[in-house]
Every structure is written in structure tokens, then in C-alpha cells.
């Protein structure tokens, strides 16, 4: 049976309670927020706290903006990626990870069934701001409007226009989706109610080859419409 890609079966996968919900980002979406944020804020000499690092594919790009990110994760995947500095549930045991220095971001793609509790604990660890990257369909819900949003409003949404191929366990150059991501910043600095940006088109800036490994490449880049003869 062919499976059913509607956006609005997407949108309403639902993971498994004890699962990780580990999927992992294309670096040139955090490039995006990165390019971004550096027009207000001198990353260069800032520190970053990736609480739900997994394999690392948002710590490394946070790495090229920001004076130092730490890397952790309730799991262990320094086997796969050792750039992993410790292993500790961000929601209950963040208290053993604390920094000499002061976190000025947590920036993180959370587990998606634990995105609000994420938010509040980065918001009480940061002392500059909060950048999470969520599906857009996050923002809608009365119950999170009533919980989250009506309490604490971003200061900020940067929606992407183009798609970001986000999958399950794997990072994949070419994959498709069918899912619409946004990331959402808090500051601490009051900016009097949120602002809406698009990100414009800026995948083939950012992107680069050795960001995949070979694996999650296609030889050729795969037309996304065949060409038709004029
Ligand atoms: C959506 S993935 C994102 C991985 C990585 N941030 C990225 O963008 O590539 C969510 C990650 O959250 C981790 N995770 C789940 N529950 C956690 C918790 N309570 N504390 C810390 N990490 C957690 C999972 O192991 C997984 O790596």
C-alpha cells in the first residue's frame, strides 16, 4: 500500500513515549537562525548550550558562530559522535552539567513531545535567549496558546520558506517532506510582543557537501521536476 504523505497525516505523527524522538537537523537550517541572530548579537563571543545534541548535526554549525557550545544529550552518542561533552536529561538533571561559564543560548531542536518543558528549563539555564526549531504546526493549539504562548510569547518567529528535510534517526541530504519547520526565539531583553520574519531562500548558501556524510548523498543531485522541452 502506497503511504499516505498528506501534510496532515505528517503532521500528526505521534512518537512512542520513551522514544528519544531523535531527529537530526541539516546544519544549514541552524546557519539560517545563526545568520540571522549575529545581526543583533556577537555570538563570536557568546556561549551556547545545545541541550539535545544527539549526534551533533546543530552543535557543529552552532560551533562556527559562537565562542563555545556545549553538547550534551540523555543519551549517549559519543560512539557515533564525539564532539558529545556529557550525557544528562536537560529536564531533571541539567544541575550536573552547569558551566564555569555563563550559557548566554540554549539553542536545541527538542524532542518534540517534550518541546514546552525544553523551553521553560532553557529560559530559567540562559541568560541571553532561547532559539528552538519545531514544526510550524507548533504554534497552533488552544491548550498551547493557553499554557505557553499567552505566558510567554516569543520574542520572535523565523519561519523557513523553503523545506527543511527533517527524518527520523538519519540525516538526509535529498530526502522530501511534507512538514513546515520555524524556529522560535525568547530573549530575555524585552522586545514588546513578537515579530514575524520569513527566512528567505538561503539553503544553497549555507549548504555544503561535507556537512553529509557519503551515505546520505546521491551521487547526482536528484531534478526536483523532470525537464520538459519547450
Ligand atoms: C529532535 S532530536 C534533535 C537532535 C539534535 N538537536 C539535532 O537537531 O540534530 C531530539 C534529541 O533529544 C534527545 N533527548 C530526548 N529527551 C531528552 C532529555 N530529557 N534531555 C536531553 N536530551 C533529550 C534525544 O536523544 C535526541 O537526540
Not at 549526534?55 to 560551533?63: I, N, Q, V, Y
Not at 564525539?82 to 544528562?88: A, E, L, S, T, Y
Request: proline letters at 9%.
Amino acid at each position: 500500500m502506497a503511504q499516505n504523505r498528506s501534510t496532515a497525516v505528517m503532521a500528526r505523527r505521534v512518537e512512542p513515549n520513551n522514544s528519544l524522538d531523535y531527529f537530526p537537523t541539516p546544519p544549514w537550517a541552524t546557519r539560517a537562525l545563526c545568520e540571522h541572530l549575529k545581526k543583533d548579537h556577537p555570538l563570536h563571543r557568546q556561549v551556547c548550550w545545545e541541550p539535545a545534541c544527539g549526534e551533533g548535526w546543530m552543535a557543529r554549525p552552532l560551533a562556527e558562530y559562537f565562542a563555545k557550545v556545549h553538547a550534551t544529550d540523555v543519551h549517549d552518542y559519543s560512539a557515533s559522535w564525539p564532539g558529545q561533552d556529557g550525557v544528562c536529561d536537560f529536564l531533571i538533571d541539567w544541575g550536573h552539567a552547569v558551566f564555569p561559564e555563563p550559557v548566554h543560548w540554549v539553542i536545541t531542536n527538542p524532542p518534540f513531545r517534550l518541546a514546552e518543558e525544553f523551553i521553560r528549563m532553557a529560559l530559567s539555564v540562559a541568560d541571553v535567549g532561547v532559539a528552538v526549531l519545531v514544526r510550524t504546526s507548533f504554534l497552533e493549539g488552544q491548550e498551547r496558546f493557553r499554557r505557553l504562548f499567552s505566558q510567554l510569547p516569543p520574542a520572535m518567529v523565523l519561519q523557513f520558506v523553503e523545506r527543511v528535510g527533517i527524518f527520523r534517526g538519519r540525516i538526509d541530504q535529498y530526502g522530501s517532506t511534507a512538514t513546515a519547520y520555524c524556529w522560535l526565539i525568547w530573549l530575555h531583553a524585552d522586545t514588546g510582543g513578537t515579530a514575524f520574519h520569513w527566512l528567505p531562500p538561503c539553503r544553497s548558501d549555507l549548504e555544503r557537501q561535507e556537512d553529509y556524510p557519503a551515505q546520505a548523498r546521491c551521487p547526482e543531485p536528484m531534478p526536483l521536476f523532470e525537464e520538459t522541452a519547450a
